[in-house]
């Protein structure tokens, strides 16, 4: 099946100055292929960067791991940071090639992959299709979805608003926030109590908990990710994240990760399930802050934002 047959087609021109900042990009890395890898890079990224901004969409290179040199010399990136979304993947395709190559280190932690021709004389590139994940090193261009389905996938990634944690200290929680006891089998339900537990001893009984069912669809798992937080001298407040099986299981699936990012998205704290009935994170925020909570398996996870 041709997808791309008919299909609208946004075309990019490089001027010199690109063309500049392209070479002088290359000039960093420590071979020649690596340098033309990067030079073709740039450029798919910028053709890709023109388009969305064409669109409206907000995109910040900067925040990419392809903007940093000391990082795109160990691995073949061609990321894009879109405001608020995540990271694309921007694949140059040359002239006379009719595949898509996608390094098998970025099958993951991409909201979607875009290809990008390049001309003979790379002085313009054609941004062609996307797919929304992949699972090969190549692909045929004409198994490309159509580039006018690209925005509508974007828009599946509108970031949630923010659950209030603060509010929880005066009992008001956002819908399907539930109290642990009701959500965790009791033997599992014991161990989130120790959280509250540790700090009832100094603290009287400010420890607020409450847990959400996540459904990791793709991969076919629930678990429970439960979230605790007690005031401590103000401005600051303990933060406790845990993870639980749910459906009667007794422990996580294997490799299941929690994460806690930072306002940029970056991971600043992460556990691994190996064979585990739980796992945790604990650290300290201050009020007005704000830090994400990442629950993958595989390449399918789920991210919950909160504000202190």
Known sequence: MNYLTDCYLFTVPFTREIRGLAQKNSRLQNSPEK????????????????????????????????????????????????????KIECRPVLADEDTV??????????????????????QQGTVLGFVPEVKTKTLAINQLLPLEDFLEHLSTFQPKSMINLAGWLDNIFEVGWQAVESLLEPQHAELAFNF????????????????????????GENVALCVGLKPMTKPEMDICVEVYPTGGQEYLPQDLQLMVLDEDGEAV?????????????????????TFSVKVALGDVSITEAFLL
Do not use: H
């Open 269 to 289: 704290m992460q556990a691994q399930a190996r064979t585990s009935k739980n796992i945790q994170l604990q650290f300290t925020g201050e009020s007005g802050e």
């Open 101 to 122: 190559n996608f390094p098998p280190e970025f099958w993951s932690d991409r909201i979607g992959y875009v290809a990008v021709k390049l001309d003979q004389s790379l």
């Open 35 to 86: 340098a033309e890898q990067a030079y073709l890079n740039y450029l798919a990224i910028y053709a890709v960067k023109f388009y969305l901004e064409c669109m409206g969409i907000g995109t910040n290179w900067q925040k990419s791991y392809s903007y940093n040199p000391a990082i795109a010399s160990l691995m073949n990136l061609a990321d894009l940071e879109i405001n608020g979304l995540g």
């Open 196 to 219: 509250r537990n540790k700090t009832t001893l100094t603290r009287g009984d400010n420890t607020i908990q409450r847990g959400k069912q996540i459904n990791l669809e793709r991969a």
